[in-house]
């Protein structure tokens, strides 16, 4: 069984148990991969997180059941996870934009959100010039953020993130660095889930330095990993074009798994290097 046929068996449990409790340590197996690596896969591929697509699932068939006529608002708020009538009403009311109790009553445009399946496309060949490295402990040294994902929208955004990486923080963390990757580092970790709807993560803007640093800085210890490294030469939007291949692409269809830990970028002037954590499936 390919990687992506396993993909879509995790989709079509989701969508079987919509009216359920979804159990993901059954959506990892059948996903052949981890919970983290699954859920990292369908937010590149999809630009929204899980939980956002489960959310939006439910309320498209909650609506549907609702069309039908016949069917109490309390009832479908039980049958798509919502502990009582007035949070499911605002829950459906933030994505449809009319009380449950209106949809029989008034004409109005409700919003369907479609099944989603894996699709593995690859255009013209391009190829991805990627090399596998060991690489001991480290940490990271520099200053963190939390970013919060709600509803899909990140606070703060990443030009504020930005705003704060001034020329003498690049000139402190550039010295401040001794391992690799080199310089002034983006580093991404600890995702969590804080919420039905809300999702959080730490940035670092850093430098790799050695396990045993003791200096001011903000620090995150990085374990002991694999890690898939991948060269990419051109401006942001090149960058991104490469993240996103190495999760529809290059993820689905190699022999190593995403784990959880950190996913790095690196770059200086018009070259930059992905990093992520993996193992051998």
């Not at 919502?82 to 008034?106: G, K, N």
């Not at 099944?115 to 090399?131: D, K, P, V």
């Not at 991404?188 to 200096?215: C, M, P, W």
Request: with cysteine; proline share 2%; hydrophobic share 35%.
């Amino acid at each position: 069984m390919s990687h992506l046929h396993s993909l879509n068996e995790a989709m079509e449990y989701i969508e079987s148990h919509l009216d359920q409790k979804i159990d993901m340590k059954e959506v990892a197996r059948k996903a052949l991969s981890s919970e983290y690596e699954f859920k990292r896969i369908f937010s590149f591929l999809s630009g929204m997180t899980l939980s956002d697509y489960i959310r939006k699932r439910r309320l498209t068939l909650a609506a549907m059941a609702l069309q039908k006529g016949g069917a109490k608002v309390i009832d479908v708020a039980n049958q798509y996870g919502y502990s009582s009538p007035d949070a499911f009403s605002r829950a459906f009311e933030r994505y449809h934009h009319i009380l449950p109790s209106e949809v029989r009553t008034r004409t109005h445009t409700l919003k369907s959100c479609p099944i989603m399946t894996f699709r593995l496309t690859i255009e013209g060949g391009e190829e991805m010039n990627y090399r596998i490295e060991e690489k001991t402990e480290f940490k990271v040294a520099g200053y963190c953020m939390e970013m919060i994902m709600e509803e899909n929208q990140l606070k703060p955004s990443y030009d504020e993130v930005l705003e704060k990486l001034t020329d003498e923080r690049v000139e402190e963390l550039t010295d401040l660095s001794d391992r690799e990757p080199s310089g002034v580092i983006h580093v991404t970790t600890d995702y969590r889930q804080l919420s039905e709807h809300t999702e959080a993560f730490n940035h670092y803007i850093g430098a790799a330095v050695s396990k045993d640093y003791s200096g001011n800085k903000e620090t995150h210890d990085i374990k002991a990993s694999a890690w898939a490294v991948f060269e990419i030469e051109g401006d942001w939007e090149s960058v991104e074009k490469e993240w996103m291949r190495i999760y529809s692409e290059w993820l689905p269809s190699s022999n190593f798994e995403l784990i959880e830990g950190a996913e790095i970028l690196a770059s200086k002037e018009n070259s930059s290097e992905v990093w992520i954590q993996v193992k051998k499936r």
